[in-house]
């Protein structure tokens, strides 16, 4: 928990779905709804900053979006590299510290670059943790996770007894980053679609019926409220966990 606000979840990971539907709903092309997509983006980050927040990951392509078509996914390359482009003088700036996980493979190389260049400009800073996952998928994270510990004791440096939870954790895209106290997917599906799915063993789930492109400062304080609500035990009693929330 956040030590300067122990209500306040310190990181919130957050899947950002529903922008077709918004754009379907009024008409339009489902880019728009992208496009209005990185708008909603903007005003979660300040918002988080604000309310105390100190890392925010968003999901904002998958391992499985590459089987959409073609047109969208490169309208979603476009948005992220105009994101960075035009946002990150401004983050930079605000004293957000960025971090991509997610892999390169099939990324091309102005994307790459971007990323890489956003994450070592920031990497000092001290304010929120902006963690963009892209080209993110859960179970390959934790396949590749498995090789280098599988390669670690093939080589005669690890032995499989002296594998633990923090060892695994630490093979993984997130190694140094807390895992979510909040998980928020929006548009009112329930499921976690391959999203942090060590990460969230003991996570409280929202699911908030807020269209994506219409998520605001108030859909997230209403996702911390109903967080707050919530009596995180981690498998023990109230009292084992020494009353935290
Ligand atoms: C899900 O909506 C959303 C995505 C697959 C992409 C999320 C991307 C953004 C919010 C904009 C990109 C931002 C950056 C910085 C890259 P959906 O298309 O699955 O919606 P639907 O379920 O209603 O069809």
């Known amino acids: 928990m956040n030590d300067e606000s122990p209500c306040i979840?310190?990181?919130?990971?957050?899947?950002?779905d529903g922008n077709g539907r918004w754009a379907t709903q009024r008409g339009l092309p489902r880019f728009e709804g992208h496009r209005r997509g990185v708008e909603a983006l903007r005003r979660t980050i300040i918002a988080a900053e604000e309310a105390g927040i100190r890392y925010l990951t968003v999901y904002s392509f998958s391992s499985e979006n590459w089987r959409r078509p073609l047109p969208e996914i490169a309208e979603l390359m476009g948005l992220l590299r105009r994101f960075i482009q035009h946002d990150l003088a401004t983050l930079h700036a605000r004293n957000v510290r960025i971090r991509v996980i997610g892999v390169q493979d099939g990324l091309s190389p102005d994307i790459i670059a971007l990323l890489d260049d956003?994450?070592?400009?920031?990497?000092?800073?001290?304010?929120l943790t902006f963690i963009v996952a892209f080209n993110y998928g859960s179970r390959r994270e934790m396949i590749d996770a498995v090789r280098d510990l599988a390669d670690e004791v093939r080589l005669g440096r690890l032995s499989p007894a002296d594998i633990t939870e923090e060892l695994f954790s630490d093979r993984l895209d997130t190694r140094g980053i807390p895992d979510p106290d909040l998980v928020v997917r929006t548009s009112g599906e329930q499921r976690l679609s391959n999203f942090l799915l060590w990460q969230a063993s003991y996570s409280e789930l929202v699911f908030s019926p807020v269209l994506w492109p219409d998520f605001d400062r108030n859909a997230?304080?209403?996702?911390?409220e109903e967080f707050r609500q919530r009596d995180r035990r981690f498998g023990g009693t109230p009292s084992a966990v020494g009353g935290v929330l």
């Open 118 to 127: 956003a994450e070592k400009l920031t990497a000092h800073n001290t304010g």
């Open 9 to 16: 979840p310190a990181h919130v990971a957050i899947i950002m």
């Open 220 to 224: 997230l304080v209403a996702a911390i």
